[in-house]
């Protein structure tokens, strides 16, 4: 069984900073690209930023310039700094990869369960 589990969220002040990372354990062969979502209160959920196994990454233009995502392949964690903090960057912030779990089964999409971003003043 796969789990992605979630850390870093807490409060930030406007302009502050922090850490998001996500660790994926259980039975993994392979994890190809990872991505970070968020969901503020009463709107949709929505792709933040991506990275491939290779480590390309891609950003929602909202947080072009403020966020970084980065991965650690051997220890299977994603990571999304971010930094010059905005108001609207509050939300649940959610991982999800493309995990095979044994060399001949399918790939497929796992979740965590989110961990909240707020900024506040």
């Known amino acids: 069984q796969v789990q992605l589990v979630e850390s870093g969220g807490g409060l930030a002040q406007p302009g502050g900073s922090l850490r998001l990372s996500c660790a994926a354990s259980g039975s993994i062969f392979s994890i190809n690209a990872m991505h970070w979502y968020r969901q503020a209160p009463g709107r949709e959920r929505e792709l933040v930023a991506t990275i491939s196994k290779g480590g390309t990454a891609t950003y929602k233009d909202a947080v072009k310039g403020r966020f970084t995502i980065s991965r650690d392949n051997a220890k299977n964690t994603v990571y999304l700094q971010m930094n010059s903090l905005k108001l609207e960057d509050t939300a649940v912030y959610y991982c999800?990869?493309?995990?095979?779990?044994?060399?001949?089964?399918?790939?497929?999409?796992?979740w965590g369960k989110g961990t909240l971003v707020t900024v506040s003043s």
């Open positions: 999800n990869a493309f995990i095979k779990p044994t060399p001949i089964g399918v790939e497929l999409a796992y």
